[in-house]
Every structure is written in structure tokens, then in C-alpha cells.
């Protein structure tokens, strides 16, 4: 469903993504992990087709994204970072928006609006501009946006990243929800929580694949806990002795 | 083509849903205003036309028309709306098409509103109406020329004030290639042929020509020309430098 094959970025001599491979399939959510700038949101740029790789190509469901762009995009539901919307717009005004872009027409189109406004609780602030909706809103709006056209694969760049407690577990209830037929590729940098939602993760740094495996086996590299794996591997070296845990 | 209708209408309602609209309309009308009156002593020619009115039309589309273009890409690089506007299924050259007619239709509605003088002059006299729609309409295309320029030079930046001052310099040379303000640049070495090339791209000729009341076929490819060609370099400037 997505294959991703030698993807590379530089820019002029600053190797930001290097050499990628890895492919996945419906089912499986991947967390993708690592250390800021390590190039997690650059390779999400490219598997969505808005940053042209240097070298090296993906595929999402069969369709390249470097030669067939629009198809990729269209199988494809993506939450850049930081969820940028048009400010002057109501959530109802964008969801249109994007509906109509996407093609949704008549009855169906309905049925999707209803569905994601349900899902994503944005009843109360249809009619309200976006740029004075609270940053939880304004994901939630990002993340309507993203499975409005119920896509194969969803691509979600941090996607509970400045959310209040509760808001982030709506939105790994979301994501749990979804994660049965749908591949669901998210970045983050909060170890919780990929052992809350992923099936696998895939720690990268300096761009490059370090491991790539289950949260729980990944755990068991540090000892039972995610977070001394993830030390040892993106800093080198031994773990760390353990701390005791506040 | 549903895309490209979707875009213009998000667009266009963008416009109306701020404050910008609303200011640059009735700056724009009380420019024209002051302009044809005062400057271009529309009563003291004693004249039922409007060349009072058009005459000054390049010159306030100087700066007005580059400040609607400013912002078409410069405003989404800023805010990072770019970054999801590209990653939906939408081609580059749907996207500039969408964004530049949205501006172009403003420009329009903004023209439109005028129409009082037109009524004034046919209150007063009896004016050449056809003249008049030509002027019209050789204004509309010279605004989408200006429209072009400035949608291309604004997806280079994501600073709408860099954006804003070469749009006024670049449109300021096109306004006046044919005179030696700009020639004299290329005079002194450039051949002949390359001066009237250069001489031939001047907007206000161009303008000039139409405003008279004569629709030329030349001047009408002319401006298809000029807004084909930056729409054109618009969708590459996009490729390239999509995500810086």
C-alpha cells in the first residue's frame, strides 16, 4: 500500500533524508519517531507529494508519487504540521472547500460532512472563523480536512502536538478507531504515544532508519521501556542507567 | 475544470470575508474620483467622453493592482496553507488559474463600481458609448496584466512587501517600455530591432490604443500574451520552489 524505496533529500549539501526504505499495509499504524529535525517531517512532505525527493521514489497504493502526484494524493489524507488552515474561513466554509476540491458530490458529499463534523465534535464551532477557534479546534479541524474524502491512507504530521490531555486521547481514539482498514503513518515525538496507537514504529535520525519494529519489542532494547531505547539509539552508545520513574 | 471553480470561489468569498476587499474598493473609487476631477478636469474639458476618467487608470493600477497580487502565493507560503493546498489534488497550473481569475474577478467588481461616472457623462452629454466599453475593456485586460505579473513575482516570496514593491517595479517598467525612461536602459547598446521589441511591449501603448475606442486584435493578443506568459512562469516558480 505504501512503498517507500532509497527516498532521499538533500538540500544542497545537507543530507536531511537518506536513503528510506520500508513499505506497509492496511492495517498497520506506524509511528514514526525520532529527534527533532531528523527528518521525519521532510519525508512526509514527500510521501504527500509536496516536496519533490532528491532521489528515490514512494508509491501509495500502486501509484508513484513523483509521476503520478494527483492519483497518490487522491488515495491519500494528510495533516501537515501544525494543521494550517485558511484563517478568514468557518470549519463549514473550509470542509466545503475541500469537499468540492476533493470531488464529493451530492448525497455522499452530505453523508462525509455530517460524519466527519460528528466525528470530530465540530458542531459548536461551524459557523465561527477559524482563526479564533482554540489550537484543539483548529487540529480537529485539520484533522476533518484530512479523512474528509475517507482515504486509504492517512498521513498525520503530529498530530496530538500541543493538545491538552484530553484532547489527545480523542485523538488516539480516532486513530484507533480508524486504524482496522485504513494505513495510518503518524510522526511524534511523545513516546506514550506510540505504545498507545502504533503496531510499529520506526525511530529515525540524521535521516536515516535506525530500527524499525514493534513499540513493544523496541521497549524491550531499553529494558522495558521505550524511552531508554529511543536514547540509545538516536544518541549512540549504551542505554542509560535506569531512572527511576517520577 | 470543478477544481479550478472551487479554488476561484474559495478565493474570491476570501476577499469579502476580510476587511481587504472593502478598503481597496473605496480607495480604489475615491482615487478615480479625485483623479478624473481634479487632475484630469473632467468638467473643464467640456468634453462628453472619458479620457479624463481612463487616463489616469495605469497609474493607480500601479500601486493598486500590485497590492490585490501581493498576497495570492506569498500569503499561503506565509501561513503554511501551501502546504496543504499542494498536497491536495490539485495541479499547479488549477491552483494558479483558480487563485489569478479570483483576483482578476475582483479587479473587475472594483472597475465595475465606476459606473456612476459613466452615467455622469451620459447625464451630461452624449458620449461615444462604444469608445467607452472599450476602455473598458482594454482596462480590465491591462488590471489582468498587472494581475499576471504580480501572481508570479508573489510566489517567489513570503513577504507580501517584497512582493509588493518589485510587482510596482516590474509593472512600471512594462507601463513604460516605449518611452526613453526605460529605452535609454537599452539604447545605448542594444540593435534596433531589440529597442523596438522592448518599445512594443509598453502596457501604455498598448492601453492607449484601446482607450482611444479601437479594439485592435494585436492589443488583445498582446494582453493574452503577457498574462499567458507570467501565469505560465507562475506554475514553474510554484514547482521549484514549493516548500521553501
Excluded at chain 2, 152 to 172: E, G, L, M, R
Aim: include cysteine; charge should be negative; aromatic fraction near 10%.
Amino acid at each position: 500500500m505504501l512503498e517507500v524505496d532509497g527516498l532521499s533529500k538533500n538540500y544542497g549539501r545537507h543530507t536531511v533524508v537518506n536513503d528510506l526504505h520500508f513499505r506497509c499495509d492496511a492495517g498497520e499504524v506506524l509511528g514514526f519517531l525520532g529527534p527533532n529535525g531528523a527528518g521525519k517531517s521532510t519525508t512526509m512532505k514527500m510521501l504527500t507529494g509536496f516536496v519533490a525527493p532528491s532521489a528515490g521514489t514512494a508509491s501509495v497504493c500502486g501509484h508513484d508519487v513523483r509521476s503520478e502526484t494527483l492519483a497518490a494524493q487522491r488515495r491519500i489524507g494528510y495533516l501537515p504540521e501544525g494543521a494550517p488552515s485558511y484563517a478568514e474561513m468557518t470549519p463549514a466554509q473550509f470542509l466545503e472547500f475541500i469537499a468540492d476540491v476533493r470531488g464529493l458530490s451530492g448525497a455522499e458529499r452530505r453523508a462525509r460532512l455530517d460524519e466527519v463534523i460528528d466525528r470530530l465534535h465540530l458542531e459548536p464551532v461551524l459557523g465561527q472563523s477559524i482563526d479564533t477557534l482554540s489550537k484543539g479546534f483548529k487540529r480537529r479541524v485539520g484533522l476533518a480536512q484530512a479523512i474528509l474524502h475517507d482515504p486509504d491512507v492517512l498521513i498525520l504530521d503530529e498530530p496530538t502536538d500541543g493538545l491538552d490531555p484530553n484532547q489527545k486521547h480523542e485523538v488516539r481514539e480516532l486513530i484507533r478507531s480508524m486504524s482496522a482498514e485504513k494505513l495510518i503513518v503518524i510522526s511524534t515525538h511523545i513516546l506514550e504515544e506510540v505504545e498507545a496507537v502504533c503496531s510499529r514504529a520506526i525511530i529515525i535520525a540524521d535521516g536515516r532508519i535506525l530500527v524499525d519494529d514493534s513499540p513493544a519489542n523496541l521497549a524491550q532494547l531499553g529494558g522495558g521501556r521505550l524511552d531508554l531505547t529511543f536514547r540509545r539509539v538516536t544518541l549512540g552508545g549504551e542505554p542509560p542507567a535506569a531512572e527511576p520513574t517520577a | 475544470m470543478s477544481v479550478v471553480k472551487a479554488l476561484f470561489r474559495r478565493e474570491l468569498r476570501s476577499y469579502f470575508a476580510t476587511p481587504v476587499a472593502y478598503v481597496f474598493i473605496v480607495i480604489f473609487l475615491v482615487l478615480m474620483g479625485a483623479f478624473t476631477f481634479y487632475l484630469g478636469g473632467f468638467y473643464e474639458r467640456g468634453q462628453a467622453d472619458l479620457r479624463a476618467f481612463f487616463n489616469f487608470h495605469p497609474w493607480l493600477y500601479l500601486f493598486l493592482v500590485p497590492a490585490i497580487a501581493m498576497r495570492l502565493w506569498a500569503e499561503e507560503r506565509k501561513s503554511g496553507t501551501i502546504e496543504l493546498l499542494m498536497t491536495l489534488p490539485i495541479s499547479p497550473w488549477q491552483a494558479v488559474l483558480g487563485k489569478y481569475l479570483a483576483a482578476w474577478a475582483f479587479a473587475a467588481i472594483a472597475l465595475l463600481l465606476t459606473f456612476p461616472i459613466w452615467l455622469t457623462v451620459n447625464y451630461l452629454g452624449d458620449p461615444d458609448n462604444g469608445a467607452i466599453l472599450a476602455a473598458y475593456v482594454g482596462s480590465l485586460l491591462m488590471a489582468g496584466g498587472f494581475l499576471a505579473i504580480g501572481s508570479c513575482i508573489s510566489a517567489f516570496t513570503k513577504n507580501q512587501v517584497i512582493a509588493f514593491v518589485i510587482t510596482v517595479v516590474v509593472c512600471f517598467g512594462f507601463l513604460l517600455a516605449g518611452f526613453s525612461l526605460v529605452l535609454d536602459l537599452f539604447s545605448a547598446w542594444a540593435p534596433q530591432a531589440l529597442l523596438d521589441g522592448v518599445a512594443s511591449l509598453s502596457f501604455l501603448t498598448h492601453f492607449n490604443d484601446i482607450s482611444k475606442g479601437v479594439i485592435d486584435l494585436r492589443d488583445l493578443v498582446y494582453f493574452a500574451l503577457v498574462i499567458g506568459t507570467f501565469l505560465y512562469a507562475n506554475t514553474i516558480v510554484l514547482g521549484w520552489k514549493q516548500a521553501d
